[in-house]
């Protein structure tokens, strides 16, 4: 039943919808074949939302399985159809209306309706999903309303500039028929390590456990011969492996066992995988692409937690940023291919560019632990700093056995001013428990960012006393949490970058992080049997939007096994595709077929 209130906007409103949407996929694009994606790291749970579900990988999940109301542009950042045909906004400007499109379905062939996308927002606002940034943020809304069977209605309880974005774009919707009865504890437990049925492209089909996922590619989508998806969603089966062993990935890699790799180590790129140490990238079989795209830049580092002594002193923070020799790294280990960090939004408009630059300094740094009471004569008898009877002593966790290697420099900086750093290399599973527990001392860390800043989920201090959220240091600042509750309200976007940028400025004066860097670009190997669009990855996108927009071309593969066969080279590449950058310089149209 309509509420009173609501059946007068419902009979004057305007609504909306665009169709003028194009897409990012090759008209050339081939459905068929199948696709390896590998990686050193099982996922914790393939639960979409809740508990340790918050890393890249299960984003990509959750945008390959299900969808969400709405869809943005990546060109243009208009609002595009999802799940909802069309959309409406009262005049309150906190009251949103989505009609669902009457062809979505759920891959069991169950239509989906209203009561799903109530449903869904149930399951974010209960605690047993053991999400409080999720329930935090749901929270925000009222509880949606199901006025029809494909009509449901928002209603934001603050006047915000984010509240029909994050309505349309960022509730993904799950299934009711599912999920109706089951509580956020049980939901946790029931979907570890299984996926519910989606609306979206691909379903699940099989996990082991620390071995594979398995996703078929859905023929009965109910997208899949709309114009907004041309292109898209080409490969009968996505197969993600899991192999720990980095090295034996590269190894399987060159045999032909997997199909592609994206090169996270700049030595790699320049030392190993050159045509003088491979042949099949002499030849031209493997494919080398260095990808500039426009994806926005995130974080990385190493974060302390203000709650496990002796990171509560910033005397001890800034000491150890400056004993965190990035210089040396750049150039001995990473080829100068990267940009230093000196903000929380790097290489964007919300960066504070006064911010000081912290470099290598390890006489500044002896300074400040003498201030902080860990004094160099006070060594004990193994040379290690010592404060009222205390070794200066942590642990730092490691993932992936490539980062040990800018780890143990920074091990080395650490052992010459007296701090004992002991390097322990653990399962993301592990290393996500740690965090989310907030049982570790220092921990390496890298985030992806957002189109648009929500820096209420990193910095706000009803966060910083609890487990399994963004603020990982604990960190409290009343300013930035002005900032924070005023931020829902800036509807002008400049006042937004100067909120944004006043953050960043007290956030890093903090020493939340001892930054490292970042790059613009993707580094890829590919055997040569692949069709994509002229620039490979799409606009806002990494490595992760190859499985959406590349296709398995059968002639390719079978001219690559002939040459291979007889050792007749192939055509190599361009070494660096920068599509985006021209397209953004030349203010071009989109036409993915160039």
Known sequence: MVPDG?????????WESNDDYVSQGSTKAKKGGSIKVVSPAFPATLAPFGKT????????LRGLTYETLLDMDPVTLNYIPG???????????????????????WSDGKPVIASDVVVSWDMRVDPGIEDPFSNDFWGKFERPVALAERLVMFRSKELSWQSFMNAGTS????????????????????????????????KFESSKVNEEIILSRRRDWWQADLPRVRGYYNFDLLQFLFVQDEN?????FKKGDLDWLMVNVAREWHQDFIPAAVPALAHGWIQKRKVFTNIPVGIQGIAFNFRRSPFGDIRVRQAIAHLFNREKMMDKLFFNEYEYIDSFYPNSPFANPDNPKIRFDPDRAVELLEKAGWRQKDRDSEGWL?????????????????????LTVFQEDLKDVGIKLNLKQVTWATDLKELGERSFGLSARAYSAGLFPNPESSFHSKFADLKDNNNIW?????????????????FDPQERIKAVREIDAIAFKEFLYAFGWYSGHTRLLYWNKFGMPPYVLSKLGDHRSIVSLWWYEPDLERKLKECMEKGVPQEVGPAEVRWWNEFETSGGKLNPND
Not at 386 to 406: I, P, Q
């Open 6 to 14: 609501t059946r007068h906007f419902l009979e004057t409103a305007r």
């Open 53 to 60: 579900s918050n890393s890249t990988f299960n984003s990509m």
């Open 83 to 105: 799940l909802a045909r069309r959309w409406a906004v009262a005049s309150d400007k906190k009251t949103f209306f989505f009609e669902i499109d009457p062809r979505a379905r």
């Open 171 to 202: 509730l993904v919707v799950f299934p009711s028929h599912v999920l109706a009865g089951v509580s956020g504890k049980e939901f946790l437990t029931r979907f570890q390590w299984v996926m519910m049925p989606g609306s979206g492209p691909y």
């Open 248 to 252: 034996l990935i590269k190894e399987k």
């Open 386 to 406: 010592t404060k009222e009877g205390k070794r200066f002593e942590t642990e730092l966790n490691f993932t992936s056995a490539s980062t040990e290697r800018y």
């Open 474 to 490: 604990g960190f409290k600042n009343r300013r930035i949490d002005e900032i924070c509750d005023a931020y829902p309200g800036m």
